[in-house]
């Protein structure tokens, strides 16, 4: 009777994963979607979400100043690490003459793989410059279409201006192992960054 | 406008409940959003989620996960059928643990509208959203447990 509603409805409710997410950033058509179809384990998904943008070039926006809101679409896909912890990968698109917060986004990730192509390198600027500000965990991964690269890693790195400290390097979104070792280079700043606090 | 009885707030508390979740004293089904065959993407925003736009639980994120709650006769709930087919398909899905943003994926529904229908849900005492844990800052254990279980992939 309690479950006439639910018919199927198991008795015992299983207790969920503890989800914790990383962000794949970049501009458009860098591999953001394939990085995360690589390693998920569902095909990725799509979801449409709103995002504040806030006109670039004023260092210190008053509150409601400046700000459109626009919809992106999302993809996202996840890999079970086991049965009670979950990982999730977000792409988020950069957007060209904008910053953007992505607060609610970004609120809690572990950190963010900033996909670039190296021969338009310009694409990921401002998703180098969001996660510099925002403190949170990054690297930026290039991503070697056809295993070439267009400028060195280190031409990357002094064209990108981006701390010492934030690794740059070559991945090939196409393959797992080569995502799994980006990421891992990500959790490796996470980690450093826990452990340092 | 302030003289009748339509607007007459319950004496109980009931929390965030919206008007049309609630349960009615009388045991008889409310006058819910009627079932539509239109597809929910041909309805506005807005009107799924009656004209709010911020939901009212900040801390549902795109990772929360949402289950299941078993029905208690104590404390009661609508109907699942006088729900908006929307709703309907949320608590369908919800049969396994499942993310806010698969449901917004899986029924097309924007981000924004599946995290107010899923604080609804919750509200009506349809849906589990564990929000704790996402609310605590992750821990060095949990990363080195997902860096072990990435390793294991390739």
């Known amino acids: 009777m309690d479950f006439a509603h639910f018919p199927d409805a198991p008795v015992v409710t299983r207790r969920p994963p503890v989800p914790v997410k990383i962000i794949v950033s970049g501009g458009f058509g860098v591999g953001k979607t394939t990085t995360v179809r690589s390693i998920s384990e569902i095909p990725p998904l799509t979801t449409e979400a709103e995002m504040t943008s806030v006109a670039i070039g004023v260092d210190e926006p008053r509150a409601d100043s400046l700000k459109t809101t626009t919809t992106v679409a999302m993809d996202f896909g996840c890999v079970t690490i086991d049965e009670t912890l979950k990982l999730y990968l977000f792409g988020t698109p950069g957007q060209d003459r904008f ?69 740059v390097i070559a991945f090939d979104a196409r393959r797992q192992s080569s995502v799994a070792d980006a990421l891992l280079v990500v959790l490796e700043q996470a980690l450093d960054r826990v452990q340092h606090q | ?102 449901i917004s994926a899986r029924l097309r529904l924007h981000l924004g509208v599946t995290k107010i229908l899923v604080a609804d849900l919750r509200a009506a005492g349809y849906l589990d959203v564990h929000v704790a844990d996402t609310l605590s800052p992750v821990s060095a254990d949990t990363i080195l447990r997902v860096m072990h279980g990435l390793r294991a992939l390739s």
């Not at chain 2, 003289?3 to 707030?9: A, E, F, N, Q, V």
């Not at chain 2, 009931?14 to 041909?42: E, H, K």
């Not at chain 2, 996960?65 to 919800?94: I, K, N």
């Open chain 1, 99 to 167: 910053g953007f917060m992505w607060d609610s986004l970004v609120n809690g990730a572990l950190g963010a793989l900033v996909v670039a192509d190296s021969a338009r390198l310009d694409d990921c600027y401002q998703s180098v410059d969001y996660f510099e500000r925002s403190g949170l965990p990054f690297a930026v991964a290039v991503n070697t279409f056809d295993g070439r690269l267009t400028h060195t890693l280190a031409e990357v790195r002094w064209a990108l201006a981006v701390n010492d400290r934030v690794p």
């Open chain 2, 1 to 102: 406008m302030n003289g009748d009885g339509r607007g007459t707030p319950d004496p109980e508390p009931i929390g965030r409940i919206p008007p049309y979740l609630r349960v009615s004293p009388s045991g008889a089904a409310p006058t819910g959003p009627p079932n539509r065959d239109t597809q929910s993407a041909s309805l506005r925003p807005f009107v799924l989620t009656a004209g709010r736009v911020n939901a009212v639980d900040p801390e549902i994120d795109v990772e929360t996960q949402v289950t299941l709650r078993p029905y208690d006769p104590r404390v009661g709930r609508v109907p699942l059928a006088s729900l908006g087919p929307e709703m309907q398909a949320m608590v369908a899905l919800c049969d396994q643990p499942i993310s806010v943003a698969e």
